[in-house]
């Protein structure tokens, strides 16, 4: 993680898109067992579709776990979270939280699909979004983790 700039009306870090992990080999053959032996099952239900569906899932899953995790830039500004080039008005912000024990910011907007957005950020700047925030009088309201990123990581994803 990187803090890239640091003043009253901007702060801007970067940081990794995910936690990169180090799979051995033993995952991947338990991926592809798990995917052979459930399409073998799906075939033997002539569920053909769901058959194709889990091989295709599979193939993508393991193909995002050998992908390398991209550096995201996030910025606080005069308008607004902007994440990547996406920005994320103040006035489209309802809430905020910042967990300190793994340090993550969570914002809830008003979007319709995945309204919570959680994002790594460094401790020394903690008590700076905390001012940026407050000062745009949005509404600091503890937010955690979605079980299912917790039920993921725990099965190493």
């Given at each position: ?150 039920i993921m990581e725990v099965l190493g994803f």
């Amino acid at each position: 993680m990187e803090i890239i700039k640091k003043s009253n009306e901007k702060l801007v870090w970067s940081a990794l898109e995910y936690e990169e992990r180090d799979r051995n080999p033993d995952w991947f053959w338990a991926l592809g067992i798990i995917v052979v032996t459930s399409s073998i099952a799906a075939i033997i239900f002539e569920n053909y579709f769901f058959a194709v569906l889990l091989i295709l899932s599979g193939i993508l899953l393991g193909f995002f776990a050998i992908k390398k995790p991209d550096v995201v830039t996030y910025e606080l500004n005069s308008r607004g979270l902007m994440i990547r080039n996406r920005l994320y008005p103040y006035e489209n912000i309802k809430s905020f939280w910042v967990q300190e024990a793994k340090p993550t910011l969570f914002i809830h907007s008003e979007r319709a699909f995945m309204p919570i957005i959680s994002m790594p950020i460094d401790e020394t700047i903690i008590a700076d979004i905390h001012s940026i925030m407050l000062s745009k009088n949005i509404a600091e309201v503890e937010m955690k983790e979605h079980a299912a990123e917790k039920i993921m990581e725990v099965l190493g994803f």
